[in-house]
């Protein structure tokens, strides 16, 4: 009897740490996706600077985005990734720009909404990772992009976030629990 007591209470104890553990990643993914999308809405109405009195805070508009990957590509000592940046996305910005826009707002959205979430959190890994290659000597703040926005995606893309209060929740069932995201 008092096995059957100990096995209860520690069950219980896990399905409470499992609970907590599931809205703190569901609040992850909706932050995260607020950034996102807050990031591709600046794109699209193209406004960086906020003052809105008791706060005032940057966005990430087209033009700033192709004033990192600029910078990031003539400093980079990865000359491959540097070469095609230079060659390739800065040329042709217009196409590239439409791309991240419409990237972000899909990531962000996924995010927010708990669709696809390990796509959408892989998705801005894909979008991030080559700009923080390319930066990597220069000097910066060496927690700068793995703590705001590469360590929370590679949780998001390792957790399935979106099944709390997400999407995906819905989804998995109908999938026979095969939804990969």
Same mark, same amino acid.
């Given at each position: 009897?008092? +096995?059957? &007591?100990?096995?209860?209470?520690?069950?219980? =104890?896990?399905?409470? /740490? !499992?609970?907590?553990?599931?809205? @703190? #990643?569901?609040?992850?993914?909706?932050?995260?996706?607020?950034?996102?999308?807050?990031?591709?809405?600046?794109?699209?109405?193209?406004?960086?600077?906020?003052?809105?009195?008791?706060?005032?805070?940057?966005?990430?508009? +087209?033009? &700033?985005?192709?004033?990192?990957?600029?910078? =990031?590509?003539?400093? /980079? !000592?990865?000359?491959p990734?540097? @070469? #095609?940046?230079?060659?390739?996305?800065?040329?042709?910005?217009?196409f590239?720009?439409?791309?991240?826009?419409?990237?972000?707002?899909?990531?962000?959205?996924?995010?927010?909404?708990?669709?696809?979430?390990?796509?959408?959190?892989?998705?801005?890994l894909?979008?991030?990772?080559?700009?923080?290659?390319?930066?990597?000597?220069?000097?910066?703040?060496?927690?700068?992009?793995?703590?705001?926005?590469?360590?929370?995606?590679?949780?998001l893309?390792?957790?399935?976030?979106?099944?709390?209060?997400?999407?995906?929740?819905?989804l998995?069932?109908?999938?026979?629990?095969?939804?990969?995201?």
């Amino acid at each position: 009897m008092a +096995r059957t &007591v100990h096995i209860t209470s520690s069950t219980a =104890a896990n399905e409470g /740490t !499992y609970r907590l553990m599931a809205r @703190a #990643f569901t609040a992850l993914r909706i932050f995260t996706g607020l950034v996102w999308l807050s990031n591709a809405i600046a794109k699209v109405v193209n406004v960086n600077m906020y003052d809105w009195g008791f706060l005032s805070f940057n966005l990430v508009t +087209r033009g &700033v985005a192709q004033s990192i990957a600029r910078d =990031a590509s003539s400093k /980079t !000592y990865v000359a491959p990734l540097g @070469a #095609f940046y230079q060659r390739v996305v800065l040329p042709n910005w217009g196409f590239f720009g439409d791309f991240l826009t419409v990237a972000e707002l899909a990531i962000g959205l996924g995010l927010l909404f708990g669709v696809a979430t390990r796509l959408a959190a892989v998705g801005g890994l894909l979008l991030l990772v080559p700009i923080w290659v390319m930066l990597w000597h220069t000097g910066g703040y060496l927690w700068e992009y793995p703590a705001e926005d590469l360590f929370p995606l590679l949780l998001l893309a390792v957790v399935p976030a979106g099944r709390v209060g997400g999407l995906d929740r819905v989804l998995a069932p109908r999938m026979g629990q095969r939804w990969p995201f």
